[in-house]
């Protein structure tokens, strides 16, 4: 079983996976435990939006599977994505897959 992530660590994967365009992504402090995702284009017009359970943020496994669901649901729509992969966390420092 892999280390839960911190939300800090959460909050760098998503913003990395929606490149080339930008991903705001933040923890309301209503404290409901939400991460919540707003993928952006050039224009600033929001092209995406997914809410994340504390359960499935802090999941790596689960956090992969939904960044790509919306990796998808962007490319169905005609937006071209850089391609990415899940970093891997050696000593809670995320490296890139090789």
């Given at each position: 079983m892999s280390t839960p992530l911190r939300i800090n660590e959460a909050l760098l994967i998503?913003?990395?996976a929606f490149e080339p365009f930008q991903c705001v992504a933040w923890a309301p402090q209503d404290g409901n435990g939400?991460?919540?995702l707003?993928?952006?284009d050039r224009t600033n017009t929001r092209i995406g939006r997914k809410q994340i359970p504390n359960s499935a943020y802090s999941d790596p496994a689960q956090l992969e599977s939904l960044l790509e669901e919306v990796?998808?649901?962007?490319?169905q729509e005609g937006y071209k994505l850089q391609s990415w992969a899940m970093p891997v966390f050696c000593g809670r420092v995320p490296q890139e897959p090789k």
């Amino acid at each position: 079983m892999s280390t839960p992530l911190r939300i800090n660590e959460a909050l760098l994967i998503a913003g990395q996976a929606f490149e080339p365009f930008q991903c705001v992504a933040w923890a309301p402090q209503d404290g409901n435990g939400e991460l919540s995702l707003t993928v952006i284009d050039r224009t600033n017009t929001r092209i995406g939006r997914k809410q994340i359970p504390n359960s499935a943020y802090s999941d790596p496994a689960q956090l992969e599977s939904l960044l790509e669901e919306v990796r998808a649901e962007l490319n169905q729509e005609g937006y071209k994505l850089q391609s990415w992969a899940m970093p891997v966390f050696c000593g809670r420092v995320p490296q890139e897959p090789k």
